[in-house]
């Protein structure tokens, strides 16, 4: 079991990085360091845009938190 206070690495700022690291400091974790392939607001999510990610292709986060028949 970790304790409130160890050193925790998440590799990947994308929706579930972001949303384990979001769960962890709401569950009393401070030290959190979120390493991501591009550096923060680079490649912001714009849907004017399109989507340049998986993560932001929702019908992907869906099918692989739930498969693909829902």
């Known amino acids: 079991m970790l304790c409130h206070d160890s050193e925790i690495i998440i590799v990947g700022g994308g929706v579930f990085g972001l949303s384990t690291a979001l769960w962890l400091a709401r569950g009393g974790y401070r030290n959190i360091t979120i390493f991501d392939r591009c550096a923060f607001g680079k490649n912001w999510y714009n849907p004017a845009k399109g989507c ?16 693909e028949k829902l």
């Open 52 to 67: 340049d990610g998986a993560s932001a292709d929702i019908d992907k986060v869906f099918r692989m938190a739930y498969g």
